[in-house]
């Protein structure tokens, strides 16, 4: 395995660190022609310290993670993996047997991290008990949430057993900065770090002129920059997917790039920063 020294890390709440930079899933195991380069990419992720591997039983109904459980056979104590629960599926049982089947298509016998997709209608109670019974069995060892607003968050705090959160993941990009003012102060004050998906809006952010021009300064991509900009806050963990090796060390060689007080003023007049509470962006 490669050197993984170079890549920073986060604290969850239980004190275990994770890397900064990660690896998303979304859209994989569409194509058959990408399998072996989006099984590549995974492993050289690893060798680079990119460890966390983030994914979901509903990218491509269950078909992400059987391409991450088959890359990871041979390496799986190297990640750290993530996958989440639908909130269709976050009734007590409905959770504990969704676990098992997203445990058998990632061919492990445990799940790093396990998240409550979004807000459903299954009251919060239910779903923390069910985690909790999957940390007792050791079938996950933290649970969080996704595309949890502050509203969201506070409700959560007051059910039992809610403060073991571990991460909110939600969309934060140059162009998606509404969690700044409000979620992001708030999970800060909790000790809980935010996990940023989407960190190049699916590559929608690329051609914005401005991270073009902050990229050519640089001599680095645009997908760098925005990168970068996502990962100068502490607390927050940014998971773009890759499907491409080379995809993979662009990501990598983000974190070296340090962005200027002149860089972060021209992305702010582009993209500027939410003056009050905005509902919460999601894709």
Same mark, same amino acid.
């Given at each position: 395995m490669g050197?993984?020294? @170079?890549v920073p890390t986060v604290p969850l709440p239980s004190g275990e660190h994770v890397p900064v930079l990660g690896q998303g899933t979304w859209g994989w195991a569409? @194509?058959?022609?990408? /399998?072996?380069? *989006?099984?590549?990419?995974?492993? %050289?992720?690893? @060798? %680079?310290?990119?460890? +966390? #591997? @983030?994914?979901a039983e509903m990218y491509g109904q269950g078909a992400a993670e059987e391409l991450v459980g088959e890359a990871l056979a041979a390496r799986r104590d190297e990640a750290f993996l993530v996958t989440k629960v639908l909130p269709y599926n976050a009734g007590h049982m409905d959770t504990v047997n969704a676990c098992e089947r997203s445990l058998k298509r990632l061919r492990t016998d445990r799940v790093d991290l396990y998240l409550l997709?979004?807000?459903?209608? =299954? $009251?919060?109670? *239910?779903? #923390?008990?069910?985690?909790?019974d999957l940390v007792r069995a050791g079938k996950i060892r933290h649970w969080g949430v996704s595309n949890f607003d502050p509203a969201d968050l506070r409700d959560l705090a007051e059910v039992p057993g809610g403060d073991?959160?571990?991460?909110?993941? =939600? +969309?934060?990009? $140059?162009?998606? /900065?509404?969690?700044e003012y409000d979620l992001l102060p708030l999970c800060? *004050?909790?000790? =809980?770090? #935010?996990?940023?998906?989407?960190?190049v809006e699916q590559g929608r952010l690329l051609t914005a002129p401005v991270l073009e021009a902050v990229a050519r /300064?640089?001599?680095?991509?645009?997908?760098?920059?925005?990168?970068?900009? =996502?990962l100068r806050h502490s607390g927050v963990i940014a998971i773009p997917r890759a499907g491409r090796p080379e995809h993979v060390r662009d990501n990598h060689a983000a974190l070296a790039l340090t962005l200027t007080d002149d860089d972060l003023a021209a992305l702010d007049a582009a993209f500027p920063p939410v003056r009050g509470p905005v509902p919460l962006d999601v894709l």
């Amino acid at each position: 395995m490669g050197p993984t020294q @170079d890549v920073p890390t986060v604290p969850l709440p239980s004190g275990e660190h994770v890397p900064v930079l990660g690896q998303g899933t979304w859209g994989w195991a569409q @194509d058959p022609a990408h /399998r072996g380069s *989006e099984m590549q990419s995974l492993l %050289l992720g690893l @060798d %680079l310290g990119l460890t +966390l #591997v @983030d994914t979901a039983e509903m990218y491509g109904q269950g078909a992400a993670e059987e391409l991450v459980g088959e890359a990871l056979a041979a390496r799986r104590d190297e990640a750290f993996l993530v996958t989440k629960v639908l909130p269709y599926n976050a009734g007590h049982m409905d959770t504990v047997n969704a676990c098992e089947r997203s445990l058998k298509r990632l061919r492990t016998d445990r799940v790093d991290l396990y998240l409550l997709h979004w807000r459903g209608s =299954v $009251p919060l109670e *239910e779903t #923390v008990t069910a985690f909790e019974d999957l940390v007792r069995a050791g079938k996950i060892r933290h649970w969080g949430v996704s595309n949890f607003d502050p509203a969201d968050l506070r409700d959560l705090a007051e059910v039992p057993g809610g403060d073991a959160m571990a991460t909110d993941q =939600v +969309l934060y990009n $140059p162009a998606r /900065r509404g969690i700044e003012y409000d979620l992001l102060p708030l999970c800060r *004050e909790r000790g =809980v770090p #935010v996990m940023a998906y989407s960190p190049v809006e699916q590559g929608r952010l690329l051609t914005a002129p401005v991270l073009e021009a902050v990229a050519r /300064r640089h001599r680095v991509t645009a997908a760098q920059v925005a990168l970068a900009w =996502v990962l100068r806050h502490s607390g927050v963990i940014a998971i773009p997917r890759a499907g491409r090796p080379e995809h993979v060390r662009d990501n990598h060689a983000a974190l070296a790039l340090t962005l200027t007080d002149d860089d972060l003023a021209a992305l702010d007049a582009a993209f500027p920063p939410v003056r009050g509470p905005v509902p919460l962006d999601v894709l």
